[in-house]
C-alpha cells in the first residue's frame, strides 16, 4: 500500500487549507443539514456526532489509503467554511479530479475559487500531475464559475454521468492540463 500521503497547509488567497480535524464536527453538522452537500458527497445526510466523527474518520482514510488528498478550508477568520479534495484514483493515466463544497452561510465569498486554485497549483507543480478534471451539474452556477475562474476549461457535456439522489444526472466535464496556468 506505501505510505500514507502527507496532507500539506495550503495558503489560499486568506484562506487557509489544512488535514481535517475532530473539532471541525461543527463544519460537518452545518453540511450535513445542507439540501444538496449529502447528495453528492459522502457528508451524512442526518448529523449525529457519530456520524460526524466517521465522516472525519474517512477523510483521514483517504490519505492513510493513497486514495487523495482531502482539505477542510478555513476562513481568514479561523471558521473551517468547507472542503476540497483531489482524488487520485486515475493517477496511472496521469489524471486526477477535484472536488469542493463550501457551507451555505460562507457562500459568495471566494473560498471556493481560493481554495480550488490553491490545490490547482500545489498539484500541478508539486506532484506534477499532467492532467485535473472535475464534474460539475450545469444549473450549478457558481460551481461552473468556480471552475472556470481556477483556469479549467468546459470539454463537454456527460449525460447521465452519475448518480445524485435517486436520480442519473448530466454533468459539465471541466478539465486543466499541466502548464496551462
Given at each position: 500500500?506505501?505510505?500514507?500521503?502527507?496532507?500539506?497547509?495550503?495558503?489560499?488567497?486568506g484562506y487557509t487549507l489544512r488535514p481535517w480535524r475532530l473539532s471541525d464536527l461543527d463544519l460537518v453538522r452545518e453540511a450535513s443539514e445542507d439540501a444538496y452537500i449529502p447528495l453528492i458527497t459522502t457528508v451524512p445526510s442526518s448529523w449525529s456526532e457519530a456520524?460526524?466523527?466517521?465522516?472525519?474518520?474517512?477523510?483521514?482514510?483517504?490519505?492513510?489509503?493513497?486514495?487523495?488528498?482531502?482539505?477542510?478550508i478555513v476562513s481568514p477568520g479561523?471558521?473551517?467554511?468547507?472542503q476540497?479534495?483531489?482524488?487520485l484514483r486515475n493517477l496511472r493515466q496521469g489524471r486526477a479530479s477535484l472536488g469542493y463544497w463550501v457551507v451555505e452561510s460562507a457562500r459568495g465569498r471566494g473560498a471556493a475559487v481560493a481554495s480550488?486554485?490553491?490545490?490547482?497549483?500545489?498539484?500541478?507543480?508539486e506532484l506534477r500531475i499532467p492532467r485535473l478534471e472535475l464534474w460539475v451539474e450545469p444549473w450549478n452556477t457558481a460551481s461552473v464559475r468556480t471552475a472556470e475562474r481556477a483556469g479549467f476549461q468546459l470539454e463537454g457535456l456527460l449525460r447521465g454521468?452519475?448518480?445524485?439522489g435517486d436520480e442519473r444526472r448530466d454533468m459539465f466535464m471541466y478539465?486543466?492540463?499541466?502548464?496551462?496556468?
Open positions: 500500500m506505501g505510505q500514507p500521503l502527507d496532507v500539506p497547509d495550503l495558503a489560499a488567497g456520524e460526524g466523527v466517521a465522516f472525519v474518520e474517512r477523510q483521514w482514510a483517504r490519505a492513510t489509503t493513497r486514495a487523495g488528498y482531502t482539505f477542510v479561523g471558521r473551517p467554511v468547507g476540497v479534495g483531489l482524488w480550488v486554485r490553491a490545490v490547482v497549483d500545489w498539484a500541478l507543480r454521468w452519475q448518480q445524485v478539465a486543466l492540463l499541466n502548464g496551462e496556468l
